[in-house]
């Protein structure tokens, strides 16, 4: 049920309210502004602060040590920001959530729909990494709440450590260097291999996919890849028709694909079986991709002659000798196998990629706090609306997130009447739509009338008031 609206008695009252849902929210007075192409347009005009409420008001809790350009911006906005290293136990994430607006996290904390319900004052949630799948996304779009990510911003520190992996993996460098710290002298070539003139096998054409495939044929190897859409080829890369064609063809067969019903152990006993006697795998996507037992057998009948693991089904939530089998019941016999390379999550862990990272997804919780801009979202329409100026005063905008049923636009459309619509955008996905409008030459008292209107729509799921 939508909560009812904040009574308004005056602009300065407002001014300093934020209402337990949000519903009466508003951009605070930074000197952020948005970045996006619609907003270039109108350059030569200055842009209007949006400023209800008191920036202190707003509370911020970011977990598992998001990177200081992103604490910087949110903190320049007179945010209230709180800072961990670590993620959090569910309970304790239970007890801190529940009075925060604005959430960032990385891939340890997990937002489930028990901790989301408890969440009765986030309005949006900030993942400082590639994936979503930490988080309910349905359940966050069904109570009005907004997840971005940064899809793009550590690609390349990805694909680089992968090159690292096919020529530790063609070199067995990891067993001779644990060899030597072990103080044993070993100098071999029977199964080391130059990587010039191999074939790399990607799974997943997609931007880590895309740099990957550069870097591997500036190595002299050649590249095919598996997708399920048809994609335009870097280079000469080759797109191959199944998966099992990739496999057969490949030495190197790397997974940079995302965690869905449909990747989950995607490569598994039949899938090893047809992949090429001594050829090597590669997974820094998501740890549910691969069969872990059916990998450990290949390895140990030399099936496959290595591995690089940086992703695991079960994962620990923070640093220390946790990697045991009381995560992982295969974990000690993953650790005993010979030229098996594995890495703690860190694909994307390098100070450009964290760095990026955090600007990235700091701008886009700015933009959607400030001006309630969905560019980006994961689990919500993408609607934006051409900032607003100081040329116009007085003018408020509307976001207005609602179940996508036949007849609510009438209905909205039937308040909105009343006044001047200066703009308009909706946009639906699935059961949730988003509807953005600035409307001009209202006041404080008609503001109130337009939020309690629209709140009293059965259809409502949240309602915010920018002005």
Not at 79 to 98: N, T
Request: aromatic content about 4%; hydrophobic content about 40%; overall charge negative.
């Amino acid at each position: 049920m939508p909560s009812a609206a904040v009574d308004i008695t005056n602009p300065n009252d407002l001014a300093r309210t934020v209402s337990n849902s949000l519903n009466l929210s508003s951009s605070p007075t930074s000197t952020f502004h948005s970045t996006s192409p619609s907003h270039s347009r109108n350059a030569a005009a200055a842009l209007k602060q949006l400023k209800p409420f008191a920036t202190k008001d707003i509370k911020v809790l970011l977990l598992e040590n998001v990177n200081q350009t992103g604490r910087d911006i949110l903190e320049k906005q007179g945010y209230q920001v709180e800072f961990l290293k670590s993620s959090l136990p569910e309970d304790e994430l239970i007890q801190k959530i529940r009075d925060v607006h604005v959430i960032g996290i990385r891939s340890k904390t997990k937002l489930t729909s028990r901790v989301l319900q408890e969440a009765r004052n986030l309005i949006v949630i900030g993942c400082f990494c590639i994936g979503t799948n930490q988080v309910d996304l349905q359940f966050a779009a069904d109570k009005g709440i907004t997840v971005f990510n940064s899809p793009f911003s550590n690609s390349r520190s990805v694909a680089e450590l992968v090159v690292a992996e096919i020529i530790a993996l063609a070199r067995q460098l990891g067993d001779r260097s644990n060899e030597i710290h072990n103080g044993i002298w070993n100098k071999v070539s029977n199964g080391c291999w130059e990587v010039r003139g191999k074939t790399l096998g990607i799974i997943g054409y997609g931007h880590i996919g895309n740099q990957l495939s550069v870097l591997a044929e500036a190595m002299g190897m050649a590249v095919i890849y598996y997708d399920v859409v048809n994609l335009m080829s870097m280079g000469t890369a080759r797109q191959m028709p199944t998966l099992e064609d990739l496999l057969q063809n490949a030495d190197f067969v790397t997974c940079h694909v995302p965690e869905l019903p449909e990747t989950k152990n995607m490569i598994s006993r039949e899938q090893f079986e047809q992949m090429r006697q001594g050829s090597y795998l590669i997974n820094a996507s998501r740890g549910s991709v691969i069969d872990i037992p059916a990998l450990i057998d290949a390895s140990r009948t030399g099936k496959i002659a290595g591995a690089a693991l940086d992703v695991y089904p079960n994962e620990p939530g923070g640093n220390g000798p946790h990697f045991h089998n009381d995560l992982n019941s295969w974990a000690v016999d993953l650790r005993n196998l010979k030229n098996i390379i594995l890495t703690p999550h860190i694909g994307g862990s390098t100070e450009e990629a964290q760095s990026a990272i955090g600007v990235e997804v700091s701008e886009a919780l700015c933009r959607y706090v400030n001006e309630g801009t969905t560019t980006g979202a994961v689990n919500m329409p993408e609607v934006n609306l051409r900032s607003l100026t100081i040329d116009e005063p007085n003018h408020l905008r509307v976001i207005f997130i609602h179940r996508n049923v036949p007849g609510v636009l009438r209905k909205v459309n039937g308040i909105l009447g009343e006044h001047n619509v200066d703009k308009q955008m909706t946009d639906s996905r699935g059961e949730v739509a988003y509807l953005m409008a600035d409307i001009s030459n209202v006041n404080s008292k008609e503001i109130q009338h337009i939020v309690q209107d629209l709140e009293t729509l059965s259809a409502c799921i949240r309602t915010r008031a920018l002005y």
